[in-house]
């Protein structure tokens, strides 16, 4: 499981980065908010007493209090302004819930995306379970625009939100005048030419790099990129009821003769598919890997596919391979002539005007069925750090997340550790799940098989 980066950034611009543009408007297309689950033990505070807690820190939090607003006419890309308190923002569900009831409100609360123009943020509360995984307790569901943070930041600020440790005073961002905002309006429009030309400019070394890193991978000096697969029953858009299961275990449970977790889990969700799907597919997973922090990007990563290998009888050899495979893509990812490459094509799309690239996003189809696809399901493996967050003075028990799913993948996992405990969090649409039950059970499965395989 990769460690969370530090925090070594905080956003300065008002001007949404590019790639932060582009997870706004394809949001419209592809539902992409992020839903943190936090389980508590019950404490001795209750929860009204930590409601007022709760408001204090999220108006000191800065991704917290910000909301987007658009630019007239695509002019300019979206622009962050300051969102004020918002007490509708958090959302209490008091009626006594079962952990498969509570698990369910989650799944439906998948349709109610936020619209980050109000607020990026909303956060629910189920403060009676009764039998959630270690027993009674009290589940926090942090639901988070996903335009406003990748997962790496997206566990910082629940971090923030439930920590102890004290947060910088909310500092009194002004609003600039609404003379200032148009007259900026004014000179993004006037200069779209310039822009223009040193996009023009910008993609002749993009060009070039992309050429030295097809030369670095003739020569074998770098890794070669995944290579596509096929689609196969998972891989058809979620048009029926979407669930989530989560599976929580002890972090030792998913690590085993220097095998990784990230490793570890993907291993076993190759025996799981292979299970689920029988013989015969050759499958892949996508693994989303951190990069580093671009100045002003909340969104900083990239998924790569990693082979699952089920053509492999044996668990400890299949292991090794899915292992030397996301190694390989990760040494592909971090290589210089990559790093490179991306920087340069970062540098075009600055200098795309806004109305360009919106409408570049708008012409996505969701409906279209790709020939091919990177992986056959999402694998993404995220550190929330200590075991040291709290709501109502009880302790954080685990922590889960649910990757969303896309028109062309109905079953995603998502990876994610507190502490020493590690939640295998799997969303699924019945078009390609019928019974999430069932899959659980041969995920729990493979889990086992694989520890007992590397033991």
Known sequence: MPRARADNRRPRSTRLHPADARAYWMASKIPSDQFLLYCFDNGSEGLDAEMPRLHERSGRIEVLRRRITDVAFGLDYPRWTEAGPRPDT???????RTWPECLDA????????VDPRVSVWRLHLYPNIA???????????????????????AARTARDLFGTHPLPPASARAEPPAVFEQ???????????????????????ARRDALSLGRGTDSGEIPPPAHSRAPTAL???????TSVRTIVLPQSDLQSAGTTVTTFVLTAVSVALQRLLGDGPDLAAEVTLARDTRADARNNFGNVGVGLFTDEPDIRTRSRLVSADLAARRARANHPLSEAARASQDAVEAHVPAFLAEWGVAQFD??????????NTVVSSVSRGAADLTFGGGSVRFTAGFPALSPA???????HGIGDTVTVGI?????AVPDPDLYEALLRDALADVRAALA
């Open 183 to 205: 007259a900026s309006t004014i000179v993004a429009a006037a200069t779209v030419p310039l822009r223009l030309a040193q996009m023009v400019r910008g993609g002749v070394r």
């Open 235 to 241: 891989d058809v858009p979620p048009a029926g009821r």
């Open 131 to 153: 039998d959630a995984p270690g027993g009674a307790a009290v589940v926090a569901v942090l639901q988070l625009s996903h335009a406003a943070a990748d997962g790496t930041l």
């Open 409 to 415: 993948m109905s079953l995603t996992h998502g990876v």
């Open 106 to 113: 989650i799944a439906a609360s998948f349709a109610r995306q």
């Open 427 to 431: 969303t699924s649409n019945s078009a």
């Open 366 to 375: 969701p409906t279209a069925v790709p020939p091919s696809v990177t992986g």
């Open 90 to 96: 958090i959302s209490v569900h008091r009626t006594p």
